[in-house]
């Protein structure tokens, strides 16, 4: 298994990233997958799941209205396009697949003027 997190980086308020997620090493079109993000002494939280076929998502309340998450299960990437980026966005983000234990290296967002 293997997932490398893509995407992030250095924004200011109000701007956007989208972040990337290639996966492989297993039947990705088989897996729901998540966005989770961890900030400096805070827990990892989850931020968005898709379901393996990508009819259903879920999102965060903090991040509801600001942030999709999509998939492209030809490519077998899952992508989380952030808008309207606050402060409280800065962490890093890993994304995940459902029952999988595996985490990749994450990709640092940072969200400050």
């Known amino acids: 298994v293997q997932l490398v997190e893509s995407g992030g980086g250095s924004v200011q308020p109000g701007g956007s990233l989208r972040l990337s997620c290639a996966a492989s090493?297993?039947?990705?079109?088989?897996?729901?997958m998540s966005w989770y993000r961890q900030a400096p002494g805070k827990e990892c939280e989850l931020v968005a799941h898709?379901?393996?076929?990508?009819?259903?998502?879920n999102y965060a309340d903090s991040v509801k209205g600001r942030f999709t998450i999509s998939r492209d299960n030809v490519k077998n990437m899952v992508y989380l396009q952030m808008n309207s980026l606050k402060p409280e966005d800065t962490a890093v983000y890993y994304c995940?697949?459902?029952?999988?234990?595996?985490w990749g290296q994450g990709t640092q967002v940072t969200v400050s003027s």
């Open positions: 995940k697949a459902d029952y999988i234990q595996y």
């Open positions: 090493g297993f039947t990705f079109s088989r897996y729901g």
């Open positions: 898709i379901t393996s076929a990508g009819g259903s998502t």
